[in-house]
C-alpha cells in the first residue's frame, strides 16, 4: 500500500497521482469519499467525487473550489493512478475509493454499512489487495438489527406519543442519518417538521431525486401552533436549548449506532434511544473484509487496534493505520457548527 | 417477564420521578403478587446469592459469539457493565414462551446455583437462545446481581403505598428487616390491616441533611431550638431487645449477628419492647473513640478473635428511643423520646452500652468552638437536631442536620484514568492522582466524583490525545492537570505506595491556573497525619 498511499499529517496522500483521499487539512487536491465533514474537508481547492453526492457536496463545501465527479464504476487516471468510486451504502453519493496503480489495488472504503438504505445505493464489495477499513463500530458488542425493526419502533413510538398528546423530537445528524429517518417515517402518523440544518440536506437529497415524505421548515412556522402529535426531526446540538421549548411537552429520541449501549444514552439524557447506523457493525465488517478479499488490511477510525489484532489471530495480515480512536460526537460536530450558522439556536 | 423487562426499559427510559412513580404502579397494578413480590426485592436492591461464577459467564459469551477472551474484556471496558456486555456480545435469541418474573426467578434462575458447570453452561446458553436483547439486559442483571435502575427504595414504597392506598411509612416500616419475596408477603405488605410487627423488625433510620459549610448554621434559626452532639465516625445501628431476644440491625439493613457480643449481652439487660437508635464505635473507654480505621478490623469479621475483642472493644452508643415498653414513640417530640432515653438508660449499667452526652452551649458561637475540636476527638463534625421533631422515615429536610468539620484538601496530579462504569461508561471518569516526591510523582489517591459533564468530557478528550502507556483499562498520561482533592481523613498505610491512605477522596475543582509543578508533595501531606 505504502507505494501508492502514504499516511501524513495531512491524512493520506497519493504521491503518484498528487491529491490525498479525505485530508484531514485544507489541500490543493482532495478526492472524497463522502460529504461528511470529517471527510470532505472545507477549503480544498479542487475535489473529485462521486456523481450521486455532486449536490451534497457542493452544499457543504465552498463553490469558489473546482469540483468533479465521476459515475459510480467509471475510472479516469490521475497521474498514473487508476481512480474509480464505488458505492458504500453509508449516505447518498458515499463511495468507496478505489486506486490502482500498475495492476495493484488499495480500497479506501471511507464510512460504509452494508444494511438496506433507501436514500443511497447500496454497498458493493471490491476485490484489491490493501484495504482500508473503518471500524467505528468494531466491536463484537455491535450487532444491528434490520431497519424495518427500528422503523417500526420509531413509528410506535410516535404513535404512543400522538395518543400522550406529546411532540416527537427524532436527532440524527444533518446530512445522511436525518433522511434515512425521514423515509423511515410512517407519514400517515402526523405532520413532520425539520430543523433548518436537516430541511437543507433534504433539499440536496431531493434535488438527487430521492424520495421522501413531505416535510415542513419550523422556522416557517410563526406564532402559536399545536405542536401535539408531530414529529420533528432535528440535528441533536439542539437537545435541551431553548429552541425546543416551542414545542411544549416533547418525547426525545436518538437515533445511531452508540445508542446500542445504555451509558451513551443515558448520558445523552434522551427519552428514548434508537439503533440505527450508517456504519458497518462486527459481523458485517468481518463479511465485507471477506468479500473483498484482501492481502492485508488497514484499520482506521475507530476501534483500529482490537479489528487489527482479531483479523491477525484469524489468519489475515492487518495493521492499524492510525490509532485515533473516534468517539460519540465527532461526526456531528460539524452539525453543531452548522445549527448555529442557521441562526436556528437563539436563546 | 415481558411485563417486568418492560417496566424496567419504562423505568430507564426516563429521568422524571412522576413517571417512573406511574410506571411502577401500573406494574403493581396488574402484577400477580408473587411477581409483585420480586419485583419489590429486586427494585429495593435485594439480590440473589450468586447463581453462577461471572468468570464462567465472561468464557461462555466469548465462545458464543466465538472471540477471543481478550476481545471480551475489550468490549467490557467499553460498555462498562458486565451484564449489558454479555447482552449485547452473544447474537440475539428468539422469545420462547413467556413465563412470569417469579417462574423466572423460582424455576429458572434459582436452580442454577445448585447446577454442576456442565448443566450451568447449557441452561445459560438456551437461556440466550431464547431471549431477545432488552429481555435478556434484564435476566443478566439479576443473574449477576447488579441490577440497579433508577429508582429508590423511597419511590417503591412510594408506589407501592400509593397502589395499595395505605400510608408509605406504613409499607417503608414492613420492608424493613429480613422478608421472603412470595406472594404472601407481597398480601401482607398492601393489607389495610394493622398486623403485629415481627420481633426482629427494624424501623425505618431516620437520616440527616449536611448542613453547607458556606451558609453555615444561622439559617436554621435559634439555637436553642436545638440540641447538639458529637458526629461519631463509627457503624449507625439499631439495637432491638423484643421477645428475650436481641437483635442489631446496621443502616444498610443487615442483621448482624454475632458480630458484636459485647453489645449483644449488654443489651439483655433492657426491658423486652424497647429499640435504640446509636452509633458502634471502637472505644477503649468511655471518652476515648477509636478511629474508625480501628473499628474497620472488626467489620470484616463475622466471628471476631478473642485478640481482637480486647484490642478493639466495641461500644454503642445510644441516641434515640424508637419503642419504649413496647410502644411505637417515633412520633412523640424528640425532648420526651431523649428524656426517657435518659431515664432507661439509668436503669442499666453496662459499659458496652451508653447514651450520647449532648453537648452544652445553646449557642451557635460556642459548637461552633466545640466543633472545631472534632478532629482530635474522633468525631466527623456535630449533629444538630431540633428538640421539637418527632422521629422521621429517611432524610426529611429540617429535623436532623450533620454540620462536619472542612475536610482536607491539597492539590495533585491526574496521572492514570480509567472508564468509569453505569451512567459514565465508556469515558475515563476515574482518576489516580499524585504528589511531588522529590523529581516523581507517587501516586496516593483515586477519585472519581466532583467534575461536571462537560469538564468531564473535557479530561476524557485529554486522555485520548495524551496517553503514555495503557496497562489493560488503565492508561497513564501525561501529567499536566493539576486538580484539588478533599477527603475527610487520612492515616498511615501500608498498603498504598505512599504510606498514607486517605478517606473519601474527591475533586473539588480543576485547577486551570496551576501547573503540575505547583502541585503538593507527599510531604505536605504528611503534615496533615494526626500526632
Not at chain 1, 149 to 160: L, P, T
Not at chain 2, 273 to 289: F, K, N, P, Y
Not at chain 2, 390 to 410: A, C, L
Amino acid at each position: 500500500m505504502e507505494q501508492i498511499l502514504q499516511s501524513t499529517p495531512n491524512g493520506m496522500y497519493c504521491a503518484a497521482g498528487d491529491f490525498y483521499v479525505d485530508p484531514r487539512l485544507p489541500v490543493a487536491r482532495a478526492v472524497v469519499t463522502h460529504a461528511h465533514s470529517d471527510h470532505a474537508r472545507w477549503g480544498c481547492e479542487s475535489y473529485l467525487a462521486a456523481k450521486p453526492g455532486e449536490n451534497l457536496l457542493r452544499l457543504r463545501m465552498s463553490s469558489d473550489a473546482r469540483f468533479e465527479f465521476l459515475p459510480y464504476g467509471d475510472a479516469i487516471t490521475v497521474g498514473g493512478v487508476r481512480v474509480s468510486f464505488h458505492p458504500a451504502g453509508h449516505i447518498l453519493g458515499s463511495a468507496q475509493v478505489r486506486l490502482e496503480v500498475r495492476g495493484h489495488v488499495v480500497l479506501v472504503t471511507g464510512d460504509y454499512k452494508l444494511g438496506l438504505d433507501p436514500t443511497c445505493d447500496a454497498w458493493e464489495p471490491v476485490t484489491c489487495h490493501s484495504m482500508i477499513t473503518e471500524s467505528t463500530f468494531g466491536l463484537p458488542i455491535y450487532r444491528w438489527q434490520p431497519q424495518e425493526m427500528v422503523f417500526e419502533s420509531i413509528n410506535e413510538w410516535w404513535r404512543r406519543c400522538r395518543e400522550e398528546g406529546k411532540c416527537c423530537l427524532l436527532y440524527g445528524y444533518a446530512v445522511g442519518k436525518s433522511q434515512r429517518l425521514l423515509a423511515g417515517l410512517d407519514p400517515t402518523i402526523g405532520k413532520i417538521y425539520c430543523h433548518g440544518a436537516v430541511e437543507k440536506g433534504i433539499g440536496a437529497y431531493r434535488r438527487s431525486g430521492i424520495a421522501l415524505p413531505e416535510t415542513t421548515y419550523v422556522g416557517s412556522i410563526s406564532g402559536k401552533h399545536d405542536w401535539r402529535g408531530a414529529m420533528v426531526v432535528a440535528v441533536p446540538s439542539v437537545h435541551g436549548t431553548a429552541w425546543t421549548k416551542r414545542f411544549g411537552r416533547t418525547s426525545t429520541a436518538m437515533a445511531s449506532g452508540w445508542m446500542a449501549v445504555r451509558g451513551a444514552r443515558r448520558r445523552r439524557s434522551v427519552d428514548r434511544g434508537f439503533v440505527l447506523s450508517d456504519h458497518v457493525d462486527w459481523p458485517s465488517l468481518l463479511t465485507a473484509i471477506d468479500a473483498c478479499n484482501p492481502e492485508t488490511v488497514w484499520v482506521t477510525h475507530g476501534y483500529s487496534a482490537a479489528v487489527a489484532r482479531y483479523l491477525t489471530e484469524n489468519g489475515r495480515e492487518a495493521r492499524v493505520l492510525d490509532g485515533r480512536g473516534r468517539i460519540e460526537g465527532d461526526e456531528d460536530a460539524a452539525d453543531a457548527q452548522e445549527s448555529t450558522l442557521e441562526g436556528e439556536v437563539q436563546p | 417477564m415481558i411485563q417486568f423487562a418492560n417496566l424496567y426499559n419504562a423505568i430507564d427510559a426516563t429521568t422524571k420521578t412522576n413517571e417512573k412513580l406511574s410506571a411502577l404502579i401500573n406494574y403493581f397494578g396488574s402484577a400477580s403478587h408473587a411477581d409483585a413480590a420480586w419485583a419489590t426485592f429486586f427494585l429495593a436492591g435485594y439480590k440473589l446469592r450468586q447463581l453462577v461464577p461471572t468468570k464462567l459467564l465472561r468464557l461462555w459469551a466469548a465462545e458464543e459469539a466465538n472471540i477471543p477472551s481478550w476481545l471480551f474484556e475489550e468490549s467490557y471496558h467499553s460498555v462498562g457493565d458486565l451484564a449489558e456486555t454479555l447482552t449485547l456480545i452473544v447474537p440475539p435469541g428468539e422469545s420462547a414462551d413467556d413465563l412470569s418474573l417469579a417462574d423466572w426467578v423460582e424455576e429458572r434462575l434459582m436452580p442454577l446455583r445448585a447446577m454442576n458447570e456442565a448443566q450451568q453452561r447449557q441452561a445459560v446458553v438456551t437461556l440466550w437462545k431464547q431471549t431477545p436483547t432488552p429481555m435478556r439486559l434484564v435476566i443478566m442483571k439479576l443473574i449477576t446481581g447488579a441490577f440497579r435502575v433508577g429508582v429508590s427504595k423511597s419511590i417503591v414504597t412510594r408506589a407501592i403505598a400509593e397502589h395499595a392506598g395505605i400510608d408509605s411509612d406504613v409499607v417503608s416500616h414492613r420492608l424493613m428487616g429480613n422478608w421472603k419475596p412470595t406472594g404472601k408477603f407481597f398480601e401482607g405488605l398492601i393489607s389495610k390491616e394493622i398486623q403485629d410487627t415481627l420481633a426482629s423488625q427494624p424501623y425505618p433510620f431516620c437520616l440527616a441533611h449536611p448542613i453547607e459549610l458556606e451558609r453555615g448554621p444561622e439559617s436554621l434559626g435559634d439555637a436553642t431550638d436545638f440540641a447538639a452532639e458529637w458526629k461519631w465516625d463509627g457503624i449507625r445501628g439499631q439495637v432491638i431487645r423484643r421477645a428475650e431476644q436481641v437483635f442489631i440491625w446496621s443502616r444498610g439493613e443487615d442483621l448482624m449477628e454475632n458480630r458484636w457480643p459485647e453489645i449483644e449481652s449488654a443489651a439483655q439487660l433492657l426491658p423486652n419492647g424497647t429499640v435504640l437508635d446509636g452509633e458502634i464505635l471502637g472505644s477503649r473507654d468511655a471518652d476515648q473513640v477509636l478511629p474508625f480505621s480501628q473499628l474497620q478490623k472488626r467489620i470484616g469479621r463475622k466471628i471476631a478473635s478473642k485478640k481482637l475483642l480486647k484490642e478493639v472493644p466495641v461500644v454503642f452508643q445510644a441516641f434515640d428511643l424508637l419503642q419504649d415498653a413496647g410502644e411505637d414513640i417515633r412520633s412523640l417530640p424528640f425532648r420526651e423520646r431523649r428524656k426517657r432515653l435518659e431515664a432507661l438508660l439509668a436503669t442499666i449499667e453496662h459499659p458496652h452500652l451508653q447514651g450520647t452526652k449532648l453537648i452544652d452551649g445553646g449557642s451557635w458561637d460556642s459548637w461552633a468552638k466545640t466543633r472545631d475540636l472534632s478532629r482530635e476527638k474522633n468525631a466527623e463534625g456535630l449533629m444538630i437536631k431540633r428538640w421539637d421533631a418527632s422521629y422521621e422515615v429517611g432524610r426529611v429536610r429540617g429535623v436532623w442536620w450533620k454540620w462536619k468539620v472542612s475536610p482536607f484538601t491539597i492539590d495533585a496530579v491526574l496521572i492514570y484514568a480509567q472508564k468509569g462504569h453505569g451512567k459514565r461508561s465508556g469515558v475515563y471518569t476515574d482518576y489516580t492522582f499524585a504528589l511531588w516526591d522529590g523529581e516523581s510523582l507517587v501516586p496516593f489517591a483515586k477519585a472519581y466524583s466532583g467534575l461536571d459533564d462537560s469538564e468531564i468530557n473535557l479530561v476524557d478528550r485529554f486522555v485520548r490525545q495524551n496517553t503514555r502507556e495503557s496497562f489493560g483499562p488503565v492508561r497513564s498520561v501525561a501529567p499536566a492537570l493539576v486538580m484539588e482533592l478533599a477527603f475527610e481523613g487520612i492515616q498511615r498505610s501500608t498498603r498504598h505506595k505512599s504510606g498514607i491512605a486517605t478517606r473519601f477522596p474527591r475533586i473539588v475543582r480543576w485547577r486551570h491556573d496551576k501547573k503540575p509543578e505547583d502541585a503538593n508533595t507527599l510531604a505536605d501531606l504528611m503534615e496533615m497525619l494526626p500526632p
